[in-house]
């Protein structure tokens, strides 16, 4: 099994950076991708980035230029560098492995609040 902990949410007030960390524990080389999503009240759950275990990244259109993926694989982080934060980027960011032979696995989620 592969539990996933995310860390690093808060207030920030627009223009403003945060720094979103997701570890993992568990089996993790049986990671293939892991991603960062988010969900806003009253919206559906919408992708912000991946990155591979080959360390190819991809980006949702609204956020490239501003957030950065990347991970450390001594420690099995993946972390989400977020700068030029707009309000419209609060949400509840999460965590998502997909595994080789498992269900994908989310974290709990943590809160982005972006003040105008």
């Known amino acids: 099994q592969v539990q996933l902990v995310e860390s690093g949410g808060g207030l920030v007030q627009a223009g403003g950076s945060l720094r979103l960390s997701c570890a993992a524990s568990?089996?993790?080389?049986?990671?293939?991708?892991t991603g960062w999503y988010r969900q806003a009240p009253g919206k559906q759950r919408e992708l912000v980035a991946t990155?591979?275990?080959?360390?190819?990244?991809n980006y949702a259109d609204s956020v490239k230029g501003r957030f950065t993926i990347s991970r450390d694989n001594a420690k099995n982080t993946v972390y989400l560098q977020m700068n030029s934060l707009q309000p419209e980027d609060t949400a509840v960011y999460y965590c998502?492995?997909?595994?080789?032979?498992?269900?994908?696995?989310w974290g709990q989620g943590t809160q982005v609040t972006v003040s105008s």
């Open positions: 998502n492995a997909v595994l080789a032979t498992a269900p994908t696995r």
């Open positions: 568990g089996s993790t080389f049986s990671i293939i991708v």
């Open positions: 990155i591979t275990r080959g360390g190819s990244t």
